[in-house]
């Protein structure tokens, strides 16, 4: 009989495309997926991997293997959260995946609130952007994931996946105080849209988003640094350096030297938190997306 937790390694191994990638995402060695590895291949009697430079290739096998995998993770998730919701105790193991801002500025207040509540539910925490937490879900590396989206720049779930609204952010102007703008208590998105910018990382949703902004109102973005931390932001704007969209979740202390203008009509970005639907029954991930829920009420009073 295949064991679930070798189908699981493999899983591992075709989303991440190596094994110690899949060791780093299952929390195991590097052996110890070798080892499992090894075993599966021989209860199927095939070879499940080949050497490809640094990574592996699955087999014909293997690929197989890995359709029938993915049925079977979903059924066992399925009756995992069956079983939960049954004893309706908000107990056991949630990884939860996330955007920076979002979690500077929600999860500490959802935290204490499930500690309080929920003293046998452990939270384990993973930052990360969105294009990387869609797949940390789908793949089940993720139970859940609070992301963010800009208003006319959705970003698609997979039909797989149910979503609970948290909140709205905006985003101001950050400015050098020195700037001719920087004196104003609030711009018109014409008057921005030739700044010199600092925008997030390439290949990031949100500079996207600046890009698709700014072009969708005649203007070509004129981009001097990538930047994906805040607070290096702040400190090049407040070197004279560039201007960049700051939203207010998160965003922490402002320093000397850079001035926080509102823009109209406002830059929106939607927060919200998701999870594959068939895990939806399970008491814990009712209980955190509660608790961020409540966290994002209190932010915005």
Known sequence: MLSVDRLRVLHAIAAHGSLSAAAQALHVTNSAVSQQLTKLEREVAQPLVERNGRGVRLTDAAELLVEHTSRILSMVQRAEADLEAHRDDVIGHLRMSGTPTAVRGLLPHALNSLREAHPGLRLELNEEEP??????????????????????????????????????????????????????????????????????????????????????????????????EHQTKLALIAAGIGAAVMPRLGRGPVPEGVR???????????????????????????ATVRALREAAAAYAE
């Open 260 to 286: 926080i203008v509102p823009v109209q009509p406002a830059l929106v970005r939607q927060v919200y938190v998701f999870w594959r639907t068939d895990a939806s029954r399970r008491p814990a991930i009712r």
């Open 131 to 228: 294009h990387e937490s869609v797949p940390a879900v789908v793949r089940g590396d993720a139970d859940l994931a609070m992301i963010i989206d800009w208003v006319g720049a959705p970003l698609e779930l997979p039909a797989s996946m149910s979503r609970a609204p948290l909140m709205d952010d905006i985003g101001d102007i950050a400015l050098p105080a020195d700037h001719p703008l920087a004196h104003r208590e609030l711009l018109e998105v014409d008057e921005i849209l030739s700044l010199p910018w600092i925008s997030w990382s390439r290949g990031s949703i949100c500079n996207d988003w600046l890009h698709d902004m700014i072009r969708s109102r005649g203007a070509e973005p004129v981009i001097v640094h990538n930047v994906e």
